[in-house]
């Protein structure tokens, strides 16, 4: 088959190699665009992370294409729909992260608790000063987890070890996992008043679109903390600049950012259509909250260990090994 591997770094070319032997390989370090997509019409498969555009517009400009294998475990960067219409198969890699993932959550949950930022800044000033670093302690505190999937069950299994009380949130609760990992189950609203931080590992869906916005912010505890190494538009951005303005949280540390590809190339919002008030309020609600001193924001990075960087092109290598020997695997329903 034709295959293109599109925002591959030079490491990920040499491991993908392995499928020049049985295809047409080609890696290609950008992003598929729907400007950049017709020079490789003619692909078969093609992989991307979660930067590249594939929706119907670029889509439509591959004729012969089979298989998408995304490099990610979301695919809310994928119509799927449009995939469906024109029988593209979709394939990703469900379990790369949970460790990676939770880990990075609680790197965030301890620098908010701890005022590390500022510290570290601080003291490469030669400042000394503790003034405004005192922090929290995260033993005896109660963590609310909103999904209890892979990388929420990692990050409850954590909180354990630091001793802390977890309750959790999910619209499919797993009776076993909560008594062999010691948490419970309560309503989402009941969640959010009972938690002194909160941290999320749910899908981009429809029914996560802005879960937490106004209501749910007011209806959390004064001094809360917030984690989302999730996905940005789970978090309704004006209102979490809101909850901080207003006193109502005390720090947030964020992976994730709505409109994430326009915060990194400011220059796009200016190409295309005009974007609608919604997306152009989140936009510049992004831009107010990078500048919170107790926002932590990381540029996606939460996935980026050595360690799941190989499981990821290792599992997808196989999927679309898979997929040519007609037994395809981890396809997305």
């Known amino acids: 088959m034709k295959v293109v591997i599109f925002e591959a770094e030079e490491w990920e070319a040499r491991a993908c190699r392995a499928l020049s032997g049985n295809h047409e390989l080609t890696c290609v370090k950008e992003r598929l665009t729907s400007d950049n997509a017709a020079r490789y019409s003619d692909a078969e498969v093609i992989s991307t992370f979660i930067n590249s555009r594939l929706d119907a517009e670029v889509l439509r400009q591959f004729p012969e294409l089979r298989l998408i294998a995304t490099r990610s475990t979301g695919h809310d960067h994928i119509d799927l729909a449009w995939c469906a219409a024109e029988d593209i198969e979709i394939a990703n890699v469900p379990d790369y992260g949970d460790v990676t993932v939770a880990e990075h959550s609680f790197a965030l949950m301890l620098a908010a608790a701890r005022h590390l930022v500022p510290a570290v800044e601080r003291t490469r000033r030669g400042n000394f000063s503790q003034d405004d670093l005192r922090g929290i302690e995260l033993r005896g505190k109660t963590l609310g987890v909103v999904g209890t999937g892979r990388i ?152 980026n260990t050595h360690e799941a960087v190989a499981r990821i092109i290792e599992t997808t290598i196989e999927n679309i090994e898979a997929f040519a020997m007609g037994s395809p695997q981890n396809l997305i329903v």
Request: glycine share 6%; aromatic share 6%; proline share 7%.
């Open 152 to 303: 929420g069950r990692r990050a409850i299994e954590i909180a354990r070890g630091f001793g802390m009380n977890v309750v959790a949130f999910d619209v499919d609760p797993d009776g076993s996992a909560a008594a062999n990992l010691g948490f419970t189950y309560l309503p989402f609203a009941e969640l959010l008043s009972q938690a002194d931080i909160v941290t999320l590992h749910l899908p981009a869906t429809p029914q996560t679109q802005d879960l937490l916005s106004d209501a749910e912010f007011a209806a959390m505890k004064t001094g809360a903390l917030l984690i989302n190494t999730a996905r940005g538009n789970i978090v309704s951005v004006p209102a979490l600049v809101r909850a901080l303005a207003e006193g109502k949280l005390r720090a947030a540390g964020l992976d994730v950012l709505p409109q994430e590809p326009l915060v990194r190339e400011e220059a796009e919002v200016f190409r295309g259509p005009p974007l609608e008030k919604e997306n152009l309020e989140a936009l510049v609600a992004n831009h107010v909250l990078l500048r919170f001193p107790n926002v932590i924001v990381t540029p996606h990075v939460a996935y």
